[in-house]
C-alpha cells in the first residue's frame, strides 16, 4: 500500500504534493471542527429542549392551578387558560416528538400527547359536566323552594285546624322536615372540599333525606287526625321524592365532575411525572451525547496527528530520498565517475532533476569517450606525421644529395663541352655518361616526386585529423554549455527548495541542508565545467596553430612537388639533348654553345631543386616538431579524460 502511494506522490510536482499535505491537514481539521459543531449543535439542542422540557413543567402546574380554579370557580377565565395551557402543551410536545432522534424520548411523546390529548377531552366533557351539574343544582334548589312552599301550605293549614297543643309537635315536624331538607341542600355543596369527594357525593343528602322521610311520615301521622285534604298531605311526600330526584342526578354530575377532576389531575400529575422522566432522558442522553462528543473529538485529533504525521513524513520521504540520491549522483561526476546510470520513474521536479543529471552522465560519457576516440586519432595521426616527417626528411637529404651529383655532373658536362670539339668520341663517350646519369637523375627525381606526393597527402590526412579534433573541440565546448546549464538549473531549483524549506519552518530545515549541499556541488560543476572549458580553449587554439602549419607545409610540399616534376623535365630535356648530341656527333662544334647554355640552366635548375629540398627539410622538421606538440597535447587531454570513469 505504502509502495503504492510513494509511486503515485512520485509523478506528483512539489507544488502538488506540499498542496496535497496541507489539503490532509486542512480537512482534517476541517473534520475536528465539524465534529466539535455537530457536539456543539447536539449539546444546544439538548439545552433548549431542557429548557422546553422546563416550560412543559411550568405549563403543567399552571394546568393544575387554574383546573383548582376552575373546579371552584367554573368561569370562563380559567376554562380559557386551562385550554390554552393545552394548547401551549400540545405545540410544544409536537416540537419536542419532532425534533427527537431517540425512540424511547419519542415513545415517552408520544404517550404525553395521547394522555394530552385524552385530558383534552375529559376537559371538554367536565365543561359539559359542570354546565349540566350547575343546571341541576338550581333545579334542585327550585324543587327545594316549591318542597319550602308545600311545607309553608300544610303549616298555614295545619295552624288554622290544630290546637295549640298538636301545634307545637307539628310545628317542630316541619321545622325539622325543612332542617333536613335544607341540610341535604348544604350538603351538596360540601364533598367538593372533602378529602374523598367522589364517594362523599355518592352518598351527599341520604342521611338528611332519610331524617326527612321519617319526619314526614311522624308529620302526617299527627296531621291525620285533622282529616285534612289528601292532596295537600301527599304534595310535600311527591315534592320530597321529586327533590330527592333532582338531587341524585345532581349527585351522579358532581360524581362524574368529580371523576373527571381527578382523572385530569391524575393525567396532570402523569405528565409531570412523564417530564421529570424526559429531563432525565434528556440530561443522560446529553451526557452520552456529550461522551461521544468527547470521545469523537479525541479520536478525530488523534487520526488527524496520525495522518499528518504520515503525511509529513510521506512528503519528506518524497523530496529528500531523490534529493539524497541526486547527490549521490553529482559526488560521483564530480569525483569522475560516469559508469553508473539510475533509471528514473519519477516525473515531479525531483524526477526531471533526476532525469537531468542522467543525461548529463550520459551526455559526459559520449563526451569522454568521443575526446578518448579523438585523442588516440590525434596520437596515431600525430605518431604516422612524424614519421612521414621523418622519411621525408631522408628522402629530401638523399634527394639532396643526388641533387647535388647532378650539379657536380652538369659542371663536368659543361667542361667536357669544351673538349667535345677536339674528341668526337669523348663527346660521344662524354654524351652516353651524361644519358646515363641523366636517366638516373631522372628516376631519382620521380622517386622524390613520389615521396613529396606521399608527404602531400600525409599532410592532407593530418589536416583532416586536425579538423576532426577542431570540430570534437566545438562539440566539447558545446556539452559543457549544456553542463554549464543544468548546473545552473540545478543551482536554481535548489534555490526554489531552499526557499520552499524556508517557508516550511522548523520542518523543513533538513530540506534546507540538502538543498545547500545541492546548490554546493552544482556551483563545484560548473567551477569544474569552466576549466574544462578552458583547457578545451587551450587545445582549440593549439589545434589552430597546428592546422595552419600543416597548410604551410601543404603549400611547400606542393611547391616541392612543383619543383619535382620541373626537375624532372629538365632531366628529359637532358636526355635528349644528350641523345641528338649522340646522334648529331657531327654538329657537335655548333651545338657546344648551345649545350653549355642549357647545361647552364640545368645547373640553375639544380639549384632551384636544392634549395626547394632544403625549404621542405625545413619544412618536415616544423611538422616533426608540431606533431611532437599535438602528441605531447594529446597525452594531456588523455590523462584529463582518464579521470572519467564510463
Same mark, same amino acid.
Given at each position: 500500500m505504502l509502495g503504492y502511494l510513494n509511486r503515485k506522490l512520485g509523478n506528483l510536482n512539489v507544488a502538488a504534493k506540499l498542496a496535497l499535505g496541507f489539503a490532509v491537514v486542512l480537512l482534517l481539521t476541517l473534520a475536528t471542527t465539524i465534529s466539535g459543531w455537530r457536539a456543539l449543535d447536539g449539546a444546544i439542542n439538548r439545552s433548549q429542549q431542557l429548557s422546553e422540557i422546563g416550560q412543559i413543567n411550568d405549563l403543567v402546574k399552571d394546568l393544575r392551578a387554574e383546573r383548582i380554579t376552575f373546579r371552584v370557580l367554573s368561569d370562563d377565565t380559567s376554562k380559557a387558560r386551562i385550554q390554552q395551557a393545552i394548547e401551549?402543551?400540545?405545540?410544544?410536545?409536537?416540537?419536542?416528538?419532532?425534533?427527537?432522534?431517540?425512540?424511547?424520548s419519542r415513545q415517552l411523546l408520544t404517550q404525553k400527547l395521547q394522555l394530552l390529548q385524552q385530558l383534552r377531552e375529559d376537559f371538554t366533557e367536565l365543561q359539559s359536566t359542570v354546565a349540566s351539574r350547575t343546571a341541576l343544582r338550581q333545579a334542585m334548589q327550585a324543587q327545594a323552594l316549591k318542597l319550602d312552599d308545600v311545607i309553608d301550605d300544610l303549616q298555614t293549614q295545619a295552624l288554622l285546624t290544630m290546637s295549640e297543643s298538636q301545634q307545637g309537635s307539628a310545628l317542630g315536624l316541619m321545622e325539622s322536615l325543612g332542617r333536613h331538607v335544607e341540610g341535604a341542600n348544604q350538603q351538596s355543596l360540601v364533598p367538593a372540599y372533602t378529602f374523598s369527594p367522589v364517594?362523599?357525593?355518592a352518598k351527599v343528602g341520604d342521611e338528611a333525606l332519610d331524617a326527612a322521610d321519617k319526619s314526614l311520615e311522624q308529620l302526617l301521622k299527627a296531621l291525620a287526625p285533622l282529616s285534612l285534604p289528601r292532596s295537600l298531605t301527599e304534595q310535600p311526600g311527591v315534592e320530597l321524592a321529586k327533590y330527592r330526584a333532582s338531587l341524585d342526578q345532581y349527585r351522579r354530575a358532581a360524581v362524574r365532575a368529580e371523576q373527571l377532576q381527578g382523572s385530569m389531575e391524575k393525567m396532570g400529575d402523569e405528565l409531570g411525572v412523564a417530564s421529570v422522566e424526559l429531563a432525565g432522558r434528556k440530561v443522560e442522553q446529553r451526557d452520552s451525547e456529550a461522551l461521544a462528543a468527547r470521545s469523537l473529538l479525541t479520536s478525530v485529533a488523534l487520526l488527524a496527528m496520525v495522518l499528518g504525521v504520515i503525511a509529513a513524513w510521506l512528503i519528506t520521504l518524497q523530496i529528500t530520498q531523490p534529493l539524497r540520491q541526486t547527490l549521490a549522483v553529482a559526488v560521483r561526476i564530480a569525483k569522475g565517475d560516469l559508469s553508473q546510470v539510475d533509471t528514473v520513474q519519477r516525473r515531479d521536479e525531483m524526477g526531471q532533476l533526476q532525469t537531468s543529471m542522467r543525461e548529463m552522465t550520459l551526455s559526459?560519457?559520449?563526451?569522454?569517450?568521443?575526446?578518448?576516440?579523438?585523442?588516440?586519432? =590525434?596520437?596515431? #595521426?600525430?605518431?604516422q606525421l612524424a614519421t612521414s616527417s621523418e622519411?621525408?626528411?631522408l628522402r629530401i637529404n638523399q634527394q639532396r644529395e643526388e641533387t647535388d651529383q647532378v650539379a657536380t655532373a652538369m659542371n663536368q658536362m659543361s667542361a667536357t663541352v669544351q673538349e667535345v670539339a677536339q674528341n668526337a668520341e669523348q663527346a660521344s663517350l662524354a654524351a652516353t655518361n651524361a644519358d646515363q646519369q641523366a636517366q638516373l637523375g631522372d628516376q631519382v627525381v620521380a622517386e622524390a616526386i613520389g615521396r613529396i606526393e606521399q608527404l602531400a597527402g600525409q599532410m592532407d590526412h593530418c589536416l583532416t585529423a586536425m579538423q576532426h579534433l577542431a570540430g570534437e573541440s566545438q562539440r566539447i565546448g558545446s556539452i559543457l554549455d549544456v553542463i554549464?546549464?543544468?548546473?545552473e538549473?540545478?543551482?536554481?531549483?535548489? =534555490?526554489?527548495? #531552499?526557499?520552499e524549506a524556508a517557508r516550511a519552518g522548523e520542518a523543513g530545515r533538513g530540506f534546507a541542508v540538502v538543498a545547500d549541499e545541492v546548490r554546493g556541488l552544482a556551483q563545484r560543476t560548473s567551477t569544474a565545467t569552466e576549466e574544462i572549458g578552458q583547457l578545451i580553449d587551450s587545445l582549440h587554439n593549439g589545434t589552430d596553430e597546428v592546422t595552419r602549419l600543416l597548410d604551410s607545409s601543404k603549400n611547400l610540399t606542393e611547391q616541392s612537388v612543383e619543383l619535382s616534376r620541373r626537375v624532372g623535365d629538365a632531366l628529359s630535356q637532358i636526355t635528349d639533348t644528350v641523345s641528338s648530341i649522340q646522334g648529331m656527333n657531327q654538329q657537335i662544334a655548333t651545338a657546344s654553345e648551345e649545350q653549355s647554355v642549357v647545361a647552364e640552366q640545368i645547373n640553375r635548375s639544380v639549384i632551384s631543386v636544392r634549395d626547394a629540398s632544403d625549404q621542405t627539410s625545413a619544412a618536415s622538421e616544423q611538422?616533426?616538431?608540431?606533431?611532437?606538440?599535438l602528441e605531447q597535447l594529446g597525452q594531456q587531454l588523455?590523462?584529463?579524460?582518464?579521470?572519467?570513469?564510463?
Open positions: 401551549q402543551l400540545e405545540r410544544m410536545l409536537s416540537t419536542l416528538q419532532q425534533r427527537s432522534n431517540v425512540d424511547e364517594e362523599a357525593f559526459l560519457r559520449e563526451l569522454i569517450g568521443g575526446i578518448d576516440q579523438g585523442v588516440g586519432q =590525434l596520437s596515431q #595521426a600525430a605518431t622519411d621525408t626528411k554549464k546549464s543544468v548546473s538549473q540545478t543551482n536554481l531549483l535548489a =534555490l526554489n527548495a #531552499a526557499i611538422t616533426a616538431a608540431s606533431s611532437g606538440e588523455r590523462g584529463m579524460v582518464g579521470r572519467f570513469s564510463i
